[in-house]
C-alpha cells in the first residue's frame, strides 16, 4: 500500500520560546540540552537534565516543551538523537540545537512520527542535506520540508502500537544489561566491603597515592586537520556507560605530535569532572581501547596497588560520596573539585583478591558481549518491522 508523503511541518504546531535571561521568576527550571538524549534508548535520560537558574541559563535554552513533542537533534544527524517528551519534563525548556516537533493531534500521531525520524530514509536524507564537514548540521527548516508517509489517524495509531511492542524488546535487553551492572556491584560489595564504612577494615591510602592523573583538552577547532582523523576524542557525552571504546568526535593523529593531549592506555578509569551533566550524576568509565579525553575528564593509570577494575568499581559503590562534592560553578556549570577527589581514602585489599574480583569481571564482561550480541539483533528486527511498517506493508 502506497501512502501520500506530507511535508512534516504541514503536521505539527508552533512551539512556544520563551528567554529566561528576561524572566521575571527565578524559580528553578528543567533543562534539556544536546547531551541529555540518550541516543541509544531515544528518550531523555533523566539523569543529563539540569535543573538550573534563569539567570544561570545558556543561550540555546529557550524551546517550551510538551509532554509528547518529538525532539529531533539537529547536529550529528547521523547519530539521531531522537526522543519523545515525557510527561516528567512537560514545561522544560529545551536546547535549540532540536527541533521541537508537536504533531498536531488531527493530521499526525507523535508516536507514529516519534518512530519515522528513527528510521533509515529519514537519516540517510539528513545526512544527504547536512552541512558543516567538522559540526555537521541541518535546519529546522530542512527536518520540516522533510516528508513523511501518512496515513490516516487509525492506521498511524495501530503501525505506532506494532513499533511499541517491537522497541519493548529492544528495551529488555538494554534493562539486562543494567542487571548485570548491579550484579557486579553486589559482588564488589560482598568481596570488599561498603567504601564508606570499610567494615572489614582494609588499609587505606589517598587517591592521589595510587594513581596517575592525566589531563585531557580539545584540539584547535581551527585547524580542519586535527579534526579529520579516526582516533576516538572522548567527551562528557560518550560517557553514557561503564565500558568506553569509542567516541562520537574523532582527531587525527597528528595531534599527538603537535599538541600535549595524550593517548590513554587501556585501562585508564575515567571520570567526569566538570560539566552540566553532573547535575545528577557523576560517570565513571574504563577504557576497553585506547582514547583521548578533553578537558572536562579526568584519567587515573593505576600505580599497581589497586588493579584498574577494582578502582572503577570502588569509585562506582562510592557514587553518593562523590555527588555530594559536586559544587556550582559560573554558568551552572557542575564541578567535583580534584582536592576533593585525589584526598578521597581507598581501601587497598591484597592484590590476590583484587585479581579474583577482576576474574568475575572478565566473566561478566563475557556474558555482556552476548547480551550485546542479541540487542543488535533486537534492533535488526526492529529495523526490519519499522521499514515494513512504513512501507505499508503490516
Not at 562523590?322 to 556549570?333: P, Y
Request: proline share 5%.
Amino acid at each position: 500500500m502506497s501512502w501520500a508523503r506530507v511535508e512534516i511541518g504541514d503536521c505539527v504546531e508552533k512551539v512556544s520560546t520563551w528567554n529566561p535571561a528576561n524572566a521575571s521568576t527565578q524559580d528553578l527550571f528543567q533543562y534539556i540540552d544536546l547531551s541529555s538524549v540518550d541516543k541509544d534508548k531515544k528518550e531523555v535520560d533523566r539523569n543529563c537534565v539540569s535543573s538550573i537558574l534563569p539567570q544561570e541559563a545558556p543561550s540555546r535554552a529557550r524551546q517550551l516543551v510538551q509532554s509528547q513533542d518529538v525532539l529531533v537533534a539537529t547536529v550529528r544527524p547521523n547519530l539521531n538523537g531522537v526522543a519523545l517528551v515525557a510527561d516528567e519534563y512537560d514545561g522544560a525548556t529545551a536546547s535549540t540545537g532540536y527541533c521541537v516537533l508537536r504533531s498536531n493531534p488531527k493530521k499526525l500521531d507523535s508516536k507514529y512520527l516519534y518512530y519515522w525520524v528513527q528510521t533509515g530514509d529519514f537519516v540517510k536524507e539528513m545526512m544527504a542535506q547536512a552541512t558543516g564537514a567538522n559540526y555537521p548540521a541541518v535546519s529546522d527548516k530542512i527536518i520540516k520540508e522533510s516528508k513523511i508517509p501518512l496515513p490516516p489517524l487509525a492506521e498511524q495509531k495501530r503501525i505506532a502500537a506494532i513499533l511499541d511492542k517491537a522497541d519493548a524488546i529492544r528495551r529488555k535487553r538494554q534493562q539486562a544489561i543494567q542487571l548485570a551492572d548491579e550484579f557486579l556491584r553486589a559482588v564488589f560489595l560482598d568481596m570488599f566491603g561498603d567504601p564508606v564504612t570499610n567494615p572489614k577494615g582494609w588499609e587505606t591510602e589517598r587517591l592521589e597515592n595510587l594513581v596517575k592523573v592525566v589531563s585531557g583538552g580539545t584540539p584547535s577547532k581551527g585547524n580542519e586537520i586535527f579534526w579529520n582523523g579516526d582516533f576516538p576524542w572522548v567527551s562528557p557525552k560518550d560517557m553514557k556507560s561503564i565500558k568506553i571504546s569509542d567516541s562520537i568526535d574523532r582527531i587525527n593523529q597528528v595531534v599527538f605530535e603537535q599538541t600535549n593531549l595524550k593517548k590513554l592506555p587501556i585501562g585508564s578509569v575515567l571520570i567526569v569532572v566538570r560539566g552540566m551533566i553532573l547535575a545528577h550524576t557523576v560517570p565513571i568509565g574504563i577504557t576497553s581501547a585506547q582514547v583521548a579525553i578533553n578537558q572536562d575528564i579526568k584519567a587515573f593509570i593505576s600505580l599497581g596497588r589497586v588493579l584498574p577494575e577494582f578502582l572503577l568499581w570502588f569509585l562506582l559503590s562510592q557514587h553518593a560520596n562523590l555527588l555530594s562534592k559536586v559544587s556550582n560553578a559560573a554558568h551552572g556549570t557542575k564541578r567535583l573539585e580534584m582536592d576533593d577527589l585525589l584526598g578521597l581514602p581507598v581501601f587497598v585489599p591484597t592484590v590476590e583478591l583484587q585479581d579474583k574480583f577482576a576474574r568475575v569481571v572478565s566473566a561478566y564482561k563475557n556474558t555482556i558481549d552476548t547480551i550485546i550480541k542479541s540487542q543488535s539483533n533486537a534492533q535488526t528486527i526492529f529495523k526490519s518491522i519499522s521499514q515494513k511498517a512504513f512501507s505499508g506493508e503490516l
